[in-house]
């Protein structure tokens, strides 16, 4: 479900591997994402969603209570344009930065 890549100096990108993130799908989603930035100290996160092309609003959720963990240092990469346009109406886009790219939202930190 997660693939992780240590950047250095607590900057992780993690890349959710699945194509749909349904409802059902969100505790282990959570839980996974919490895990990883506890056991491995991130500071700094970017979520590559470049392989998802659905999500819930309950999975935006998630990355909004990432963003307060993380102080808001988290940024998305790679989000196909209708999860955009979910982020841009929830507002979510005015709290997570969003990229085209994993370098782009990389070089932002």
């Known amino acids: 479900m997660l693939e992780l890549i240590d950047r250095g100096k607590g900057l992780y ?5 699945s194509r749909e993130i349904q409802t059902l ?5 959570k839980e996974k994402l919490i895990d990883a ?10 979520l590559d969603l470049s ?3 659905m999500i819930t609003s309950s999975g935006i959720g998630i990355f909004l209570s990432l963003s307060q963990l993380l102080k808001y240092r988290v940024r998305i990469a790679g989000a196909c344009p209708e999860i955009i346009n979910i982020l841009e109406l929830t507002k979510v886009s005015s709290v997570i930065k969003t990229y085209d790219t994993v370098d782009s939202a990389v070089r932002d930190f």
Do not use: G
């Open 13 to 17: 990108i993690i890349k959710i591997v």
């Open 25 to 29: 799908d969100i505790p282990e989603l």
């Open 37 to 46: 930035v506890n056991e491995n100290q991130i500071t700094k996160l970017v």
């Open 51 to 53: 392989p998802v092309s």
